[in-house]
C-alpha cells in the first residue's frame, strides 16, 4: 500500500545513494593532456556511482507503480505533505548533482582533457540517470498532489498548490 511514509522514504533515502566518496577534484591550471590515469579514474569513480544507483532506483520506481496500482481511491495518501516534501527536496539534490556533474565537464574541457575520452561517456551516462530520477520523483509528487486534491472533500481544500487549484476548478 502507497503511504505518505513510503513516498517520504524514498526521497530522504535517494541523496544518500548519491554521497559517495567522489573522484579527486581537477587541479586547476594542470594540463590533462596525457594524463590518462586521472582521466580513467574519474571515468571509473562516476561508472561506480551509475551502476550502485541505477538497480535501487530501479526497484523503488517498480514498488512505487505496484503500491499506486493498489491505492485505495478514498484515501489521501500524504495527508501531511511530508512525502511531496521530501521528493521535491530530492529533486532539488539530483538537479545540483546534475549542475556538479555540468561544472566538472568544463573544468575537464578547460583542462586539456580529450573529448573523446570515457570520461565524457561517463559524465553523460550518469547525468542521464539523475535527469531520469528527477522526472520520475516528479511525476510521482504531481501523481499524489494531483490524486490527493480529487479526494479531499471540497470543504477541506486549501489551494496550496497548483493541482489541488486545477482539480478544484474541474469540478
Do not use: C
Not at 541523496?15 to 586521472?38: K, Y
Not at 512505487?64 to 500524504?78: C, G, H, M, N, Q
Not at 495527508?79 to 555540468?102: K, S
Amino acid at each position: 500500500m502507497l503511504s505518505a511514509e513510503m513516498i517520504r522514504d524514498v526521497g530522504r533515502a535517494l541523496p544518500w545513494l548519491v554521497a559517495e566518496p567522489q573522484s579527486e577534484p581537477i587541479p586547476t591550471g594542470v594540463s590533462l593532456r596525457g594524463r590518462t590515469d586521472l582521466l580513467d579514474a574519474h571515468a571509473e569513480g562516476l561508472r561506480l556511482r551509475h551502476d550502485n544507483l541505477y538497480p535501487v532506483i530501479d526497484r523503488a520506481g517498480h514498488k512505487l507503480a505496484a503500491a499506486f496500482k493498489e491505492l485505495d481511491p478514498a484515501e489521501i495518501t500524504d495527508p501531511e505533505g511530508e512525502g511531496a516534501e521530501a521528493l521535491e527536496n530530492a529533486e532539488a539534490y539530483f538537479h545540483a548533482q546534475r549542475d556538479d556533474l555540468a561544472r566538472l565537464r568544463s573544468a575537464l574541457i578547460d583542462a586539456g582533457a580529450p573529448t573523446d575520452h570515457a570520461v565524457f561517456e561517463a559524465l553523460d551516462r550518469l547525468d542521464g540517470l539523475y535527469a531520469w530520477i528527477v522526472a520520475g520523483m516528479q511525476e510521482v509528487r504531481w501523481t499524489v498532489l494531483v490524486a490527493d486534491g480529487v479526494r479531499a472533500p471540497p470543504s477541506e481544500r486549501g489551494f496550496t498548490s497548483g493541482a489541488s487549484l486545477v482539480a478544484a476548478l474541474d469540478e
